[in-house]
Each structure stands twice: as structure tokens, then as C-alpha cells.
């Protein structure tokens, strides 16, 4: 039983990992044969696999007609960015009342020794794993285990959007620091137990980049289906 565990476990992360990255092109249906051939599975795992991640919002079901890789557009996007700044707003306020003033001094410290590697250089995807650290850090002070977990999979679902973001920033106006300081805005109001002004302090550090949501769409379409030289 274990074993047959593992293997569901280990498609189930294969396909969520692609499913994320968008290797299956948005509203694309899913060849659940292929999947299998390349996943050196049966086609058992890969259907529990794939109803798994229509229920975390990576997939779609359409019935009679299988399953369909999620859509991208502004509007969607907009969606899954009103509900992480909706999460991410509760979170830190309960990190107000909640977080032990060990845990909150632990991730200040932590946040101002990582801080010098937020630089023009740094890779973009290093940059986004580093920020998406510190939310879930400090969604964690929050002791609600429901809001870390929606926060995991909203990260997860706009991941690939943030890092063409990132990515836009590095050629443009590289400002890493930026990030740094705004979190350090935000978990100084959470030091200060001052709910209101760390609410208002995440919400424009969200929002800041979620106004760019049009144009990453844009560019994703044009990644996603570049021509075959």
C-alpha cells in the first residue's frame, strides 16, 4: 500500500509541476494516454492525479470531454490576486495578535541577513522562491494552518506569471530592494502589533505588482506559443 502511495504521490507532484508551469497550454485538453506513457504509469494514478488538481484550481473537468489544462487571462489573474491579498491581509492581522515576539524577531532577523541578496543580479526565480519564503513565514505566525495552505496554492497558481514579472523588472528597472524593504514595512507593523497598518502596508505590496497582471498575460501567450524553428 505504501508503495502504491508513493507512486500516486509522485505523479501527482509531476503533474502538478506541470500543470503550474504551464507545460500543457491554457484550455489545452489533457491526453491522459501520453501522460502515462511519459510518466511510466497507469492510467489509475494519473486520473486520481488529475482530479486532484482540478479541485486545486490547476485543471479543468468539462464533462464527456476529459480534462483541460486552466485558462489565462487578466481576469483570472485578477482573481487569484483579490484572494491572496484577501488571505494575506487576515493572515498578518492575526500575525499581529498571535505571532510570539521570538518568531516575529527570528524572521526580522532572518529577512535583514538574505537582505544583500536581493540585488540587480540575482535570479529572478532565486528572487521569487525568497519572497514566496517570507509570505508563508509570515502567513505562519498567523497559527491558522487553513490560510497557509490557500496561500501555497494561490503562489503556485501565479508563480509562472510573478516570474515573467521578475524576470520584465531584471531588463527594465532591476529593484530588488524594493522587496526587501517592503517587507521589512510590513513585519515592522506586525513587531508593533499594529494590525491596521500592516494590512494596509501588504495590500499595496501586492497590489504594486498586480497591476502589471495584463502585461504578463501577454507575454506568457507569447513564451507559451512561440513558434517551432
Same mark, same amino acid.
Given at each position: 500500500m505504501a508503495k502504491s502511495e508513493s507512486n500516486v504521490d509522485r505523479i501527482y507532484d509531476a503533474l502538478r509541476r506541470m500543470a503550474a508551469d504551464f507545460a500543457f497550454k491554457p484550455d489545452a485538453r489533457i491526453n491522459e494516454s501520453a501522460l502515462a506513457? /511519459?510518466? *511510466?504509469?497507469?492510467?489509475?494514478?494519473?486520473? /486520481?492525479?488529475?482530479?486532484?488538481?482540478?479541485? /486545486?484550481? $490547476?485543471?479543468? $473537468?468539462?464533462?464527456?470531454?476529459?480534462?483541460?489544462?486552466?485558462?489565462?487571462?487578466? +481576469?483570472?489573474?485578477? *482573481?487569484?490576486? +483579490?484572494?491572496?491579498?484577501?488571505? +494575506?491581509? +487576515?493572515?498578518?492581522?492575526?500575525?499581529? /495578535?498571535?505571532g510570539s515576539n521570538s518568531d516575529i524577531s527570528a524572521l526580522q532577523q532572518d529577512l535583514a541577513e538574505i537582505a544583500p541578496d536581493y540585488t540587480p543580479e540575482a535570479d529572478p526565480e532565486k528572487?521569487?522562491?525568497? *519572497?514566496?519564503? $517570507?509570505?508563508?513565514?509570515?502567513?505562519?505566525l498567523s497559527r491558522n494552518a487553513e490560510l497557509a495552505r490557500m496561500l501555497t496554492n494561490l503562489n503556485d497558481r501565479i508563480r509562472y506569471l510573478r516570474l515573467i514579472d521578475l524576470r520584465r523588472l531584471r531588463e527594465t528597472a532591476p529593484d530588488g530592494q524594493s522587496m526587501v524593504s517592503a517587507h521589512r514595512s510590513i513585519l515592522d507593523a506586525v513587531a508593533r502589533r499594529n494590525a491596521k497598518e500592516a494590512a494596509t502596508r501588504m495590500r499595496a505590496h501586492i497590489e504594486r505588482r498586480r497591476d502589471s497582471a495584463t502585461q504578463a498575460v501577454r507575454e506568457a501567450y507569447a513564451q507559451l506559443y512561440v513558434p517551432d524553428l
Open positions: 506513457a /511519459e510518466l *511510466d504509469a497507469s492510467r489509475t494514478p494519473i486520473r /486520481e492525479a488529475l482530479n486532484r488538481l482540478v479541485a /486545486e484550481g $490547476f485543471l479543468t $473537468f468539462r464533462s464527456g470531454r476529459g480534462f483541460f489544462c486552466r485558462s489565462l487571462s487578466p +481576469e483570472l489573474v485578477m *482573481d487569484l490576486y +483579490e484572494a491572496r491579498v484577501a488571505v +494575506e491581509i +487576515e493572515a498578518v492581522r492575526l500575525a499581529c /495578535e498571535r528572487l521569487l522562491a525568497m *519572497d514566496e519564503l $517570507f509570505h508563508l513565514r509570515l502567513c505562519a
